[in-house]
């Protein structure tokens, strides 16, 4: 059990009042107990199932999903992960829903994540269009991900990230109820808590060459594309 607070809030007063509550409901406090400890955070390489799952149904939007192993919660480069994955995919001024949307009218949504857990991880493209459409739409995601690992980011789409996310986070964290859930959930993780000034410190140290050095990691691990809709295998030719 974790209980986090936030705000005009007194320690002790506070730990008396889960300890009433904690005794109302017939937990025997003086019992001694030592926690039971941390599950490890060693990153799990797992094998795909398959390069490729199609799932046909008839209807008129097609979901595609390109997926490979990401990067896991507490790995150093996650840092360098948000800055890619906020050019690559992160947003209206990405790189895939500028080209893909904006520029070409291909996608009603498209976007990158990673999803990083103790253990596991998945790093995914995906975009939401017309089955017609889906295979090209594929080999554009795709594209759009190796150029990064070939060729990097321009320091203008670095700068213009790392303002976006320092201060995405610097707004998401004024109100008391998201300070204690930053508490929550930095125990429940790891049990360290890091602070929102070395947060934005870690983001703003992000290089050039680490952006592309992470997307060509990515880009070289095994992927495996999945595709609902009214679909067809011979749509992803080549892919």
């Known amino acids: 059990m974790v209980i986090a607070a936030a705000g005009g809030v007194d320690h002790n007063a506070l ?3 889960v300890e009433k509550a904690l005794t109302a409901a017939g937990w025997d406090l003086s019992a001694k107990a030592h926690p039971v400890e941390r599950r490890s955070n060693v990153e799990t390489n797992y094998q795909r ?10 209807t008129s939007q097609a979901n595609i999903l390109l997926g490979s192993q990401g990067i896991v919660a507490e790995d150093p480069r996650r840092f360098t992960m948000g800055i890619l994955n906020t050019i690559l995919g992160g947003g209206m001024s990405s790189r895939l829903f500028q080209e893909i949307r ?7 949504s498209v976007y990158s994540f990673n999803q990083g857990y103790s253990d596991g991880s998945v ?26 690992a070939e060729h990097g980011v321009t320091e203008a789409e670095l700068e213009l990230a790392k303002g976006n996310i320092t201060g995405g986070l610097a707004l998401k ?16 993780m790891n049990g360290q808590f890091m602070d929102l000034d070395t947060s934005l410190a870690a983001f ?3 290089s050039l060459r680490e952006v592309r ?15 609902v809709g009214d679909l067809k295998e011979s749509d992803f030719k080549g892919l």
Not at 213 to 227: F, M
């Open 15 to 17: 730990i008396q009042q």
């Open 49 to 58: 199932a398959t390069d490729f799952k199609l799932i046909n149904r008839p």
């Open 102 to 108: 904006e520029k070409r009218g291909l996608a009603y």
């Open 123 to 148: 790093f995914g493209l995906y975009a939401g269009c017309s089955p017609k459409k889906a295979g090209e739409v594929t080999k554009l995601m795709l594209a759009e991900l190796e150029k990064i």
């Open 173 to 188: 964290f004024e109100s008391s109820q998201a300070r204690m859930s930053r508490l929550f959930a930095a125990e429940l």
């Open 204 to 206: 703003n140290a992000v």
């Open 213 to 227: 050095d992470l997307a060509q990691a990515i880009a070289q691990k095994p992927r495996t594309l999945v595709a």
